[in-house]
């Protein structure tokens, strides 16, 4: 049985997968601090501080009677809400960490070398025989059939 788990822990699915995970989760809290620390301070200074968190409408209210100045008041208070301010912060929070992840993505990508082409083909082969001709021949050493240009 241990044999078996063994051959099952360092087989390569288990092992890129376990990698895979780790830095994933490293590279969401990268992610994550970028948002929360580096973009949304300029995002909130430009916009004057705007929060979505309290845009709600109550569907039936909780044991204290409304209006409720607050969503906390209200949740407190047993109402029923419509949390759309909470929807439009996600929504908001998603499209800027999509274009960091998108500007991250880049960036790595950029670092990458650049592969080289590859060199064009000097030989062909010959469609009779199938040895193979250089690429200017007109007649097949091997079998001596002509060859297209």
């Known amino acids: 049985m241990m044999k078996q788990f063994k051959e099952f822990a360092v087989r390569g699915n288990v092992v890129d997968m376990a990698v895979g995970i780790i830095v994933g989760g490293a590279f969401g809290k990268l992610v994550n ?5 580096v973009m949304m301070p300029p995002l909130g200074f430009l916009t004057g501080g705007v929060d979505f968190t309290n845009l709600y409408f109550v569907l039936s209210e909780g044991s204290t009677p409304g209006p409720y100045a607050a969503l906390e008041q209200a949740r407190a208070a047993g109402a029923v809400t419509v949390n759309y301010g909470l929807f439009i912060n996600a929504m908001i929070s ?47 050493p091997a079998c001596t059939s002509g060859l297209e240009k």
Request: proline content about 10%; glycine content about 2%.
């Open 33 to 37: 601090t970028l948002v929360s620390d």
């Open 94 to 140: 998603f499209i800027i960490m999509a274009f960091a992840v998108y500007l991250l993505v880049r960036g790595i990508n950029s670092l990458r070398r650049k592969e080289e082409a590859a060199p064009p083909p000097s030989t062909k082969q010959c469609p009779f025989c199938l040895s193979t001709v250089p690429l200017k021949a007109t007649r097949c």
